[in-house]
């Protein structure tokens, strides 16, 4: 079974300051990496997935991950943060041996001050 | 252009009432999922449906039953709400299998805030 641990619970940054949210997964087979991020009261949006080929994905709204398998890391980092970056950030793991459901770290709450 | 469907989005119940969440998707999408969040705890899956016909316990199911009605709705049931059950609901879809279609990621409802009192 895969599981994630998402290493900060809280991250608070200054506006246009860089960020990195940090996301470790244990697996023991080739898995699928997802980061999603949740505005206040709202669901849960997707902002990028690694399913195979360059190690650098980028997602919506600037943010970016990087897959490394030696690590077995899937860090988020945006290089300049605005006050409506405030949002709860998921790392989440699936794979083909666990028909692809999902699971989720406890989240990373980022909170941008001006 | 409606995603998933959630309703409620809020319902307070007293310990010991049921109640059934729904959820509707119009995505064509085979499978389905039933979570909780709870805080410091990420989402935790209660239920899932593959495929239309079939559902499977997460990790969570214990006071909890679905029920994948068809393609498009998965409802799930309280039987007899308990405090432990507060909680936020989300409902999620998936297109799942091999190939082009390997797991794209999920798309998620809006979430029911349940209080049981």
């Known amino acids: 079974a895969q599981s994630v641990t998402q290493l900060d619970s809280q991250v608070p940054v200054f506006e246009e300051a860089p960020v990195e949210l940090r996301c470790n997964y244990s697996?023991?087979?080739?898995?699928?990496l997802f980061w999603y991020v949740q505005y206040p009261n709202q669901g849960l949006q997707l902002l990028l997935k690694?399913?195979?080929?360059?190690?650098l994905v980028k997602g919506i709204n600037g943010f970016e991950a990087e897959f490394n398998k030696s690590q077995t890391s899937f860090h988020l980092r945006k290089p300049s943060v605005h006050i409506s970056d405030t949002a709860e950030y998921f790392c989440?793991?699936?794979?083909?041996?666990?028909?692809?459901?999902?699971?989720f770290g406890a989240g990373t709450t980022v909170t941008v001050r001006a | 252009n409606a995603g998933v469907t959630q309703t409620p989005k809020f319902q307070v119940l007293k310990t010991g009432q049921s109640m059934t969440l729904q959820c509707a998707q119009d995505m064509n999408h085979n499978s389905m999922y039933w979570y909780r969040q709870d805080p410091g705890m990420g989402l935790r899956l209660i239920y899932y449906?593959?495929?239309?016909?079939?559902?499977d316990k997460g990790e969570v199911p214990n006071g909890y039953n679905v029920s994948r009605l068809n393609k498009r709705e998965f409802s799930l049931r309280l039987e007899s709400a308990a405090p432990s059950q507060t909680s936020v609901y989300f409902c999620?879809?998936?297109?799942?299998?091999?190939?082009?279609?390997?797991?794209?990621?999920?798309?998620f409802g809006s979430g029911t805030r349940l209080t049981v009192v």
């Open positions: 449906s593959a495929s239309e016909g079939t559902t």
């Open positions: 697996s023991s087979v080739s898995v699928y």
């Open positions: 989440a793991v699936s794979a083909r041996s666990n028909d692809y459901k999902l699971s």
């Open positions: 690694y399913l195979s080929g360059s190690t």
């Open positions: 999620a879809s998936s297109e799942t299998g091999t190939g082009a279609f390997a797991n794209y990621g999920y798309t």
